[in-house]
């Protein structure tokens, strides 16, 4: 009877231990966009220690087109509220828009109010920190990157420290490309050689 209950106090350990896995803050976004038509992009934190405070700073860009005009967040707000970090805890009004010559970015944070000893992110449970809307203008054609800040970034406990492995998760962000659809890149190149052969059609003409 000791053997089982210890074998099962062993298996519930091991359960916990791997729900909880090493933290990681990631960006979940669609393959492709379409232009000028919105999508969503969700930051997704899974794996953290008593979280008691996040700023994350996610950054979008593009080496075609112009910041704040090409390419832009528009709106965002705390994820579906099974799934938010800090479920039930959001103290809104927590967003803000900063442009550079090259990137939008958007600054995310939020911070517990009534829960002072921090929560445990769990993935599929409480793992959702934002969801960001982006859009594009009808022009735009390039790949745009989604990355996230790590000099900027902080996940504090509730002792006012970095989460647990906080320096690993740094280490482990990644960006995300996502890829303008190709019909909508075959149109507007289908376009654009449209317009290239009136020009030259014309041209033509003119010095016939």
Do not use: K, W
């Not at 593009?62 to 709106?75: H, K, N, R, W």
Request: charged share 15%; proline share 6%; net charge negative.
């Amino acid at each position: 009877m000791a053997v089982r209950l210890a074998v099962c106090l062993a298996i519930a350990f091991l359960f916990a231990a791997s729900a909880l896995a090493a933290p990681s803050l990631t960006i979940d976004a669609p393959a492709t966009y379409s232009p000028a038509v919105p999508f969503d992009v969700t930051v997704v934190l899974t794996g953290a220690e008593d979280l008691f405070l996040y700023n994350v700073e996610l950054g979008v860009s593009s080496a075609e087109g112009t910041a704040g005009t090409d390419f832009l967040f528009v709106s965002s707000s705390v994820a579906a509220q099974p799934r938010y970090v800090f479920s039930g805890e959001a103290t809104g009004g927590f967003t803000a828009n900063l442009l550079g010559p090259d990137n939008v970015t958007i600054t995310l944070s939020d911070f517990l109010v009534t829960n002072l000893n921090g929560v445990d992110t769990v993935a599929g449970q409480n793992d959702l920190v934002a969801a960001v809307t982006v859009n594009t203008s009808a022009s735009q054609t390039g790949p745009l990157t989604f990355t996230i800040d790590g000099a900027g970034l902080e996940l504090d406990t509730s002792d006012d420290v970095p989460i647990p492995n906080f320096d690993d998760l740094t280490q482990s962000l990644q960006p995300v490309e996502v890829a303008p659809e190709p019909s909508s890149l075959a149109l507007m190149l289908a376009a654009l050689a449209g317009v290239v052969r009136r020009r030259r059609r014309a041209r033509e003409r003119r010095h016939a």
